[in-house]
C-alpha cells in the first residue's frame, strides 16, 4: 500500500472515531442540556468555524447556490436539522451501543434503497445478501434475541428516534450525489450548516421556553467545542480528504467501524455492558454492510 492509500485510510479511521463520539455525548449530557438546545449550538459552533474556511468559495458560488436554494433547504433539513437531533432525543430513552448499532447501519441500508427508488441505481444480488443480514442483525438487537419478542416487537421509543434519524440521513446521502457539480465542497458545506442551524432556532426557541434554563460550565462548552468543531468540521474534512486517497466506495467501508468504536467508548465512558447480544448483531451489520459494498468498491477501483 503506498503513502496516499495509508493516509487516506488513517484520515478515514480519525474521522469515524470523532464521530463515534457523538452517540456517547448524545447519551451522557442528556442531564445538563435538552436535545434541540445540544444539536443548535453544536451547528451554531460548527457554522461559525466554516466561515473562514468556507467564505471565499461561498462568494464565488453564491449565484449557483440561489439557484438551487430548495435543493439546498432539503439537504440542511435532513442532514442537519434532523439527523442529530433525532439521534440526540434518542439519546434521552437508548443506550449508546443501541443509538450507534441501529443508527450507523440502518441509514445505509435505506439509502441503497432509496437510491433504487429515486436514482434507479441497480441492487445486486450481493447488495441483497448484504442488507438481509444487516436487517436480521438489527431486529436481531431490537429484540434481544428473543423469538418471542421479535414475533411482538415493538419499538421503544429511543429505537423510534434513532430510526427517524437514520432515515432522514438516508434522505440527505441521496441529496448530496445530486449535488450541483459547479459547487466547491467547502461552500456547499457552509451552505448546509448554516440554513440547518437557522432552520434549528424555532424548535430551539420553543424548547428553551419551556426547559429549565441550560448551567453553561467548562464542560458542556467543551462538549459544544468537540462536537462542533469535531464531529461536524474536522471529521467533514478528514472523510472528505479520505474519499481523494481512496475513492467514495473504499472510504465508506470505513463507516462500519462508528458502532465499533461506539461500544468501546460506551464501555469504557458509560460503563455500558456490551452483551453477547450486541456482539452478534454488531457482527452480523458490519459483515451484511461489507457484503453490501464489495460490489460497488470492485467497481470503483
Known amino acids: 500500500m503506498n503513502k496516499s492509500l495509508l493516509t487516506g485510510a488513517a484520515l478515514a479511521v480519525l474521522a469515524t472515531i470523532i464521530w463515534s463520539g457523538n452517540f456517547i455525548i448524545a447519551r451522557k449530557v442528556i442531564h445538563e442540556i435538552p436535545p434541540v438546545a445540544l444539536a443548535f449550538f453544536r451547528w451554531l459552533t460548527a457554522s461559525l468555524i466554516m466561515i473562514p474556511i468556507g467564505w471565499k468559495q461561498l462568494r464565488k458560488d453564491f449565484p449557483e447556490i440561489k439557484k438551487n436554494m430548495p435543493y439546498f433547504f432539503y439537504t440542511a433539513l435532513t442532514g442537519v436539522t434532523l439527523f442529530n437531533t433525532f439521534v440526540y432525543v434518542a439519546g434521552h430513552y437508548s443506550p449508546a451501543i443501541n443509538l450507534a448499532l441501529i443508527g450507523t447501519t440502518s441509514s445505509p441500508i435505506i439509502s441503497i434503497l432509496l437510491a433504487r427508488i429515486f436514482l434507479g441505481e441497480k441492487v445486486t444480488a450481493m447488495r441483497v445478501a448484504g442488507l438481509t443480514l444487516c436487517i436480521a442483525g438489527i431486529l436481531y438487537l431490537l429484540s434481544q434475541g428473543s423469538l418471542q419478542r421479535l414475533i411482538t416487537l415493538q419499538f421503544g421509543k429511543g429505537d423510534a428516534w434513532v430510526l427517524l434519524g437514520a432515515f432522514a440521513f438516508a434522505v440527505y446521502n441521496i441529496l448530496v450525489r445530486k449535488k450541483p457539480p459547479t459547487i466547491g465542497a467547502s461552500s456547499f458545506l457552509l451552505t448546509v450548516f448554516w440554513m440547518g442551524t437557522l432552520l434549528l432556532l424555532p424548535a430551539y426557541l420553543v424548547e428553551s421556553a419551556a426547559a429549565p434554563p441550560v448551567v453553561w460550565d467548562g464542560y458542556l462548552l467543551g462538549v459544544i467545542l468537540y462536537l462542533g468543531l469535531g464531529t461536524s468540521v474536522i471529521s467533514f474534512l478528514c472523510w472528505n480528504a479520505a474519499i481523494a486517497r481512496l475513492g467514495a466506495a473504499r472510504t465508506a467501508l470505513f463507516g462500519n467501524l462508528i458502532p465499533i ?28 454492510l461489507v457484503i453490501a459494498n464489495i460490489s460497488t468498491l470492485k467497481v470503483n477501483r
Open 261 to 288: 468504536f461506539s461500544s468501546l467508548e460506551a464501555l469504557l465512558i458509560l460503563q455500558e455492558k456490551i452483551t453477547y447480544i450486541h456482539i452478534i448483531s454488531g457482527i452480523l451489520v458490519i459483515t451484511g
